[in-house]
């Protein structure tokens, strides 16, 4: 059993390992975490439901802390650009990129939103993810960014796995709006910052800081709003160029800087002196075909926990598959496997902010992924592959070889 919540030490001693470990669950929570010899009498009654993890291991149930998983619409086109040799900066020049998916959301209705997620959230459940981040961001307008929420809002209602909202309102600059930027972004902070932060159930603000989406003034103008307003602040930073996103990033008090493919030594150095977590997107480097891949064995050696994430997201990382971005992290990042499994369990609860996530302790939400593979070195050495037999969500089990 893997606890995630080893004191100190490299990433093999913060896993946690308990041989022959129990975890012992009543309701919600979580009771008991230790060898099973130090059981407690009585602790097993006759209406106790047992679970054995049969040769395997148990661990935190996943979090996959950014992704986009409320969208309508695809561009499987764009991925064929990309083989074709179109890079994704290209491709959003053009007039395709974000303003395409942006086009198809508008359109849809929260139901219809709904039901598109569904599907994506099922089966990052099936990979033993237990909690998501989810952002807006395809909306950009204000209407359209609500509508996001409100979906994301039904969907906590509907299915079991924990959401987190984050607003993302500088995602893209809509047409309609490229010569006047400026009245675009005044809309998003003036309008939209605070009818969403009224709605009490919207924990970040995120921006997209690149050459085809905002600069830093324009994100400091609006993250600037948004902490004032109670928002927590991420965004998406160093990924197609090197524009000091990280820096950015530390300066505003983000709790998180996420792809950072094109992150420099300052980068680094300013996150670590600010305490804020890198979250990489291995799958998404592959996918949108942009090089190099962040470097993950530089940020980790800074002595920065390393997050990962799918960012599932119709045009530069469709994909649910957590197993693919942990073979990523060790393949192309340089992580451990132990740095890649605690990248979606303990770095990943620092990434969303909610430290009692991502590890097993009495108290804790009794959420965890039960593994048929014998140790967690075979998650990224599968490649692909998911070996999740059992999850427990919120306390409740789903056995998916029952």
Known sequence: MLTCAGATGPAEALLGAIEHGVVGVRGERIVFVGEAAALPAGAIGPGTQLVDARGGFVGPGLIDPHTHVVF?????????????????????????????????????????????????????????????????????????????????????????????????????????????????????????????????DVTFCDAFVEQS????????????????????????????????????????????????????????????????????????????????????????????????????????????NVSLAMGLACLENGLTPAEAYLGFTRWAAAAIADPERGRLQVGGPADLAVYAAPSYRELPYHLGMNDVRAVVCRGRLTDFEA
Request: proline fraction near 4%.
């Open 72 to 200: 309508a619409g695809e561009r499987a086109d764009e991925f064929e650009l990309r083989c074709q040799g179109k890079s994704y900066l290209q491709i959003a020049q053009a007039g395709g990129g974000i303003v395409r998916t942006v086009r198809a959301t508008q359109d849809a209705t929260v139901a219809q939103l709904v039901e598109l997620a569904l599907p994506r959230l099922r089966r990052l459940f099936r990979q033993g993810v237990t909690c998501v981040e989810v952002k807006t961001g395809y909306g950009l307008s204000v209407d359209a960014e609500l509508r996001m929420l409100d979906a994301i809002a039904e969907l906590r209602r509907v299915q079991p796995v924990r959401l987190v909202s984050t607003l993302l309102p500088l995602h893209a600059l809509p047409k309609s709006y490229v010569d006047r930027r400026a009245e675009f972004v005044a809309l998003m902070r003036d309008e939209l910052l605070p009818r969403a932060a009224a709605r009490g």
């Open 213 to 320: 989406a905002f600069t830093h003034e324009e994100t400091r103008d609006v993250l600037g709003k948004a902490k004032a307003l109670g928002f927590k602040l991420r965004l998406h930073v160093d990924q197609l160029t090197a524009n000091q996103g990280a820096q950015l990033a530390a300066e505003l008090g983000a709790v998180s800087a996420d792809h950072l493919e094109q992150i420099d030594a300052a980068g680094i150095s300013a996150l670590k002196a600010a305490g804020v977590v890198p979250v990489l997107a291995p799958t998404s480097t592959l996918f949108a075909k942009v090089r190099p891949f962040a470097p993950g064995r530089a940020l980790s050696d800074a002595g920065l926990g390393v997050a990962l994430c799918t960012n599932c997201n119709p045009g530069s990382s469709n994909s649910e």
